[in-house]
């Protein structure tokens, strides 16, 4: 019998992705969802438990009926814009709601936890690569609430030995190459697949949020990784966490940066369509370039994200997108 991991957010883009490569290596993926902003639909490797993080009691009983070898901790409210104007929300769903999942794991014995953080907990820090040593200044909600779940973890950690890998995430993009799976969020707020609305005609042009940057095209630079890869990633993390190598802290990007243009060159190239697109004033909280240091799991995980180049993730993205599953 294949060994269960509670998959939590298993019902959205990255946590779907996950169920899939955690099939592909044996495991048996337990989707725990409340379905907030995740799709009954894109569960499809595993079963399925409604829940929500909140729920001791029905977490209790998830736990007791699979066993888990490990929880892959996905489910989280992440809109950074809606943190700041609701913080009580992400503070209540995403901490107290990780509180009460990892004190259910200890309870039940559960003896591993994969946790997706991100860089946004590394705050603004303008034209330096952020390694996993990079001081952690949030400068939203969304980036302050789990800088809090990563303590959480620690003094878990140390209190009742639950091994945990913490993984920062960068800019995640692409989907499912057999489209099985991929990206969509309501409302949506990242860039690959609002542009790929508006080359399909399904929203108005695409705003790009300054062009006065200190870049050399005056647009934002960030660091893009293949969902795939990064899933791949949570694979290697949880056979870390498997062999007894003990707690660790990766970030999870390539160490290259594009701008927003470069995005819409690329995307041009891939789709052979042009972008519609408007130039607006800068995002509040917008930083000028995020890239991340990933020599750690490349070297200690062993990980290999070669999935990640924007041909590839913007074309696993249109794949995806032309089968309609987005028109829902
Ligand atoms: N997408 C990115 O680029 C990115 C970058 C950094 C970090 N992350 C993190 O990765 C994780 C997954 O992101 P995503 O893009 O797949 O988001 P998503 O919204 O597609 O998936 C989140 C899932 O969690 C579920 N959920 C939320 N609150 C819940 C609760 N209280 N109980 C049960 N289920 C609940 C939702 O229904 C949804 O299915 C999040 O923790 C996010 O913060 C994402």
């Known amino acids: 019998m294949s060994k269960s991991v509670i998959v939590t957010g298993g019902a ?19 989707t725990f969802d409340n379905l907030s902003t995740g799709w009954e639909d894109a569960v499809k490797f595993g ?6 993080l909140l729920d001791r009691a029905r977490l209790d009983e998830v736990f007791a009926k699979y066993q888990p070898v490990a929880v892959m901790h996905f489910a989280a409210f992440s809109q950074v814009g809606e943190s700041m104007k609701d913080p009580g929300k992400y503070w209540h769903n995403n901490v107290i709601g990780s509180l009460t ?22 705050g603004d820090q303008d034209n330096v690569v952020l390694d996993e040593a990079s001081v952690q200044l949030p400068i939203n909600s969304y980036g302050a609430s789990k800088r809090a779940i990563e303590d959480i973890l620690e003094n878990f950690g140390a209190a009742y030995g639950l091994n945990h890998v913490i993984f920062r995430y960068f800019n995640v993009a692409g989907g499912d190459p057999e489209a099985e799976v991929g990206e969509f969020h309501q409302p949506e707020t990242h860039l690959i697949p609002l542009m790929l609305d508006a080359i399909s005609g399904k929203r108005d042009a695409l705003t790009i949020f300054g062009t006065d940057y200190d870049t050399p095209d005056g647009t934002c630079i960030r660091d893009y990784v293949h969902v795939c890869d990064l899933v791949d990633a949570h694979v290697l993390g949880l056979k870390w966490l498997e062999e007894g190598r003990g707690s660790r ?9 594009f701008s927003v243009r470069e995005v819409i060159d690329h995307s041009r190239a891939v789709t052979n369509k042009d972008v519609p697109y408007v130039e607006g004033d800068r995002r509040p909280g917008d930083c000028t370039k995020l890239v991340s240091g990933s020599e750690r799991a490349i070297h200690e995980l062993g990980w290999t994200p070669d999935r990640s180049n924007l041909a590839q993730m913007i074309g696993d993205a249109w794949k995806w997108h032309q089968t309609g599953h987005y028109d829902k």
């Open 12 to 30: 959205g883009y990255i946590g779907s992705h996950a169920c899939k490569a955690l099939r592909a290596a044996g495991y048996e993926p337990v």
């Open 47 to 52: 079963p399925f438990e409604k829940g929500d």
């Open 101 to 122: 999942l990892i004190e259910a794991a200890v309870a039940a014995g559960c003896p591993n936890f994969v946790f997706s953080s991100t860089c946004a907990t590394y």
């Open 249 to 257: 802290v990766f970030n999870l990007g390539t160490g290259k940066g």
